[in-house]
T-cell receptor
Framework: KNQVEQSPQSLIILEGKNCTLQCNYTVSPFSNLRWYKQDTGRGPVSLTIMTFSENTKSNGRYTATLDADTKQSSLHITASQLSDSASYICVVSPQLTGANNLFFGTGTRLTVIP | DTGVSQDPRHKITKRGQNVTFRCDPISEHNRLYWYRQTLGQGPEFLTYFQNEAQLEKSRLLSDRFSAERPKGSFSTLEIQRTEQGDSAMYLC????????????FGQGTRLTVV
């Protein structure tokens, strides 16, 4: 079972609207959580990284929140633009000595239409 | 150094042939990762290097797959006797030492086995 689950799988919104993407994880103990944006056919690009002690992190129109108690994170996109169309991937790092892996969600495919 | 670079960007090969991909990480990054990504899925971990040492290998890395990082700088991923199921995007990422350091991804190598 994937230890990082994202919802929705896909989302279509009108340009200018806001949206929120969800990430639930079971990775424990947990070190940090990252959100990446991946354009089709390209490598992922980092948006935010939050440690377990952080509740929110912003990067321009992107705001990520984290609730380490419920093991949930969200990515809020404000005033969406056509260029926001991409997959958004939630990535969780475990807090284990010697463990260097990153656990990836399957992503949410966002399409912004004019 | 502008980031992680991968070569080639695209590779089409016949089933049964061997292929080799190259990844050049950001120069001061001692950690290097290989991931495989199929359409609509998040990246799946293949292997991890710290400097020249290969410290982790996924069970996805069958005996047809081999990765090296001989001088702790660039890395190669070789697939022998390719199968159609090997068709995927192969992503390389690098990061500095530390639990919360950013992971930077290359643009990936798109492999198509015909």
């Amino acid at each position: 079972k994937n230890q990082v689950e994202q919802s929705p799988q896909s989302l279509i919104i009108l340009e200018g609207k806001n949206c929120t993407l969800q990430c639930n994880y079971t990775v424990s103990p947990f070190s940090n959580l990252r959100w990446y944006k991946q354009d089709t056919g390209r490598g992922p690009v980092s948006l935010t990284i939050m440690t377990f002690s952080e509740n929110t992190k912003s990067n321009g129109r992107y705001t990520a929140t984290l609730d380490a108690d419920t093991k949930q994170s969200s990515l809020h996109i404000t005033a969406s633009q056509l260029s926001d169309s991409a997959s958004y991937i939630c990535v969780v790092s475990p807090q284990l000595t010697g463990a260097n892996n990153l656990f990836f969600g399957t992503g949410t495919r966002l399409t912004v239409i004019p | 150094d502008t980031g992680v670079s991968q070569d080639p960007r695209h590779k089409i090969t016949k089933r049964g042939q061997n292929v080799t991909f190259r990844c050049d990480p950001i120069s001061e990054h001692n950690r290097l990762y290989w991931y495989r990504q199929t359409l609509g899925q998040g990246p799946e971990f293949l292997t991890y290097f710290q400097n020249e040492a290969q410290l982790e290998k996924s069970r996805l890395l069958s005996d047809r797959f081999s990765a090296e990082r001989p001088k702790g700088s660039f890395s190669t991923l070789e697939i022998q006797r390719t199968e159609q199921g090997d068709s995927a995007m192969y992503l390389c990422a690098s990061r500095e030492e530390g639990p919360h350091t950013e992971a930077f991804f290359g643009q990936g190598t798109r492999l198509t086995v015909v």
